[in-house]
């Protein structure tokens, strides 16, 4: 009786069908409750809430990413640690500084002073060879390795570096292998003077970021002046702008991109240090009066300066005019290349008006430094500039004939025979010999070797009436020579 009730209803059951999982009212409200996040632990709504934030940085970043692409790299930073420069008088930057003066000084301490440089002159003396035909003190390697015993025995192991097998084979060497002890003594000198210069220098960067700013550079030639013999009596008066002035010229070739700020490495490396040390000259007999002028460094350089440029200053006003600086040179350059230096070189007045546009000091520095120095690439990059009337990069054969028209109305009206501007414009061509036919470039210029003679016929009439009497001024030259 029971057997048969129950197989019925299991009949009837398999009879019936069983809803979907999905149509069922507490699955729907299940699936419902655990997506609003209502029903998760902490753990799995921390892991919904971090992939949220990530989705949202990434976003973040791809529509700046979109919006900076074309953004430059030069606005990137240049090093990573500025992001991290600690904040002026806090414990960080003190031990910055710390660091810095301590490693430096250990640095110094490696060098070798005067007195060690004597012993090794002495050393070297005593040890050489002199050269039957020559009559010059050399050294074979052997000499040269025994000298290096000797010297780190009296100065100590501060010398060795300098008797490496690598220095040994820099110096020209005769048929016996031997070197000249006095270039060999020279180039250790240079080093470390070269070496106590880059400490010096460091010590004077603030930032440490290996580069001297306008105010650094006056304070190391400020030291400097002590220690030169040609600038030991200068009046404390004048110091200052003495300082002004030789600092000028540093940054006149190694900042060619005027940022205001010079690398340190391209100071070292530059002519003007060489020049400035070359005041350390004991007697100021020894140099001429031409030597001094022409040296930029030079007391009688710097005063020069100074003078010329008060004696155009006639309101005194601290500034020149087109006007003023008309007179400069005694009025032979052309009008048309004042106005081209005023329009790329001198500063608009914060008046605004344009009258009011006068050069400073500091511009009349680079003006005089880029005239004395044409045939330099940063003269005549300076000059390059007021010749490309239109801004193009290039001149062309009318940019030449409004130039040289200037040039030689000075010349006719200085009692000169008559020329041709053509002519001379062919004769600029053949002269610079251009890539182009139809144009001359900057780096045309610099590429003949001939660029500052070119930019003198161009602005001044005295240059070019010493191009045109170039022969008779070679030959005066010569003649002196010969008596």
């Known amino acids: 009786m029971y057997s048969g009730s129950s197989d019925g209803e299991s009949h009837e059951a398999s009879q019936r069908k069983i809803p979907p999982a ?10 419902r409750f655990i997506g609003s996040g209502a029903g998760l632990g902490s753990e799995a709504l921390m892991e919904l809430e971090t992939k949220r934030i990530l989705l949202d940085i990434f976003k973040e970043k791809q529509q700046k990413s979109a919006e900076g692409g074309t953004i430059p790299s030069f606005y ?10 600690p904040e002026e008088g806090s414990i ?31 050393c070297l003396r005593e040890n050489c060879v002199i050269d039957d035909a020559t009559g010059a003190e050399k050294m074979n390697y052997e000499d040269f390795c025994h000298i290096a015993s000797v010297c780190t025995e009296q100065i100590g192991p501060k010398c060795r570096r300098f008797f490496s097998p690598s220095n040994f084979m820099k110096f020209e060497k005769d048929e016996s292998g031997r070197i000249a002890i006095l270039p060999f003594y020279l180039y250790v ?5 070269l070496t106590q210069a880059r400490i010096d220098m460091s010590e004077l960067d603030e930032d440490s970021d290996g580069f001297l700013q306008p105010h650094e550079m006056e304070t190391y030639i400020r030291g400097l002046i002590p220690n030169l013999a040609q600038l030991r009596d200068m009046p404390g008066a004048f110091i200052q702008m003495y300082c002004r002035i030789a600092a000028h010229k540093f940054f006149f070739f190694c900042d060619p991109h005027r940022r205001g700020k010079s690398c340190i490495k391209k100071v070292l490396l530059s002519n003007c240090l060489q020049e400035l040390m070359e005041l350390h000259q004991e007697s100021e007999e020894e140099v001429t009066d031409t030597e001094q002028a022409e040296n930029w460094f030079s007391l009688m350089s710097a005063q020069r300066i100074c003078d ?16 003023e600086l008309q007179e400069y040179a005694d009025g032979t350059l052309t009008e048309i290349f004042i106005e081209r230096v005023f329009d790329e070189h001198v500063r608009r007045g914060k008046s605004g008006g344009g009258n009011t546009r006068e050069m400073d000091f500091e511009s009349f520095l680079d003006f005089v430094l880029a005239l004395e120095n044409k045939d330099t690439p940063e003269g005549l990059t300076y000059l390059f500039r007021c010749l490309d009337l239109q801004g193009r990069g290039f001149l062309t054969t009318a940019d030449i004939h409004s130039l040289f028209r200037d040039v030689h109305q000075k010349w006719i009206e200085g009692g000169n025979y008559e020329l041709c501007i053509e002519d001379v414009r062919d004769e600029i061509w053949d002269m610079v010999k251009p890539a182009d036919p139809l144009s001359i470039t ?31 001024l070679l030959q005066e030259e010569e003649e002196p020579e010969e008596e």
Do not use: P
Not at 22 to 31: E, F, G, Q, Y
Not at 94 to 105: E, S
Not at 189 to 193: E, F, G, K
Not at 309 to 317: H, I, R, S, T, V
């Open 22 to 31: 999905s149509s069922m009212l507490w699955v729907r409200n299940l699936r």
């Open 76 to 85: 990137k930073k240049a090093c990573w640690w500025n992001s991290f420069k």
């Open 92 to 122: 960080s930057h003190r031990v910055q500084r710390l660091a810095k003066y301590r490693f430096l000084k250990k640095q110094s301490d490696l060098l070798l002073n005067a007195d060690d440089l004597d012993a090794m002159w002495v």
């Open 189 to 193: 000198m240079r080093t470390v003077s």
């Open 308 to 323: 010329m440029f008060l004696a155009l200053d006639k309101d005194m006003n601290g500034t020149l005019s087109k006007q």
């Open 442 to 472: 900057l780096a045309d210029l610099l590429g003949c070797k001939q660029g500052g003679t070119v930019a003198s016929m161009l602005i001044d009439v005295r240059g070019f009436w010493a191009h045109d009497n170039r022969e008779n």
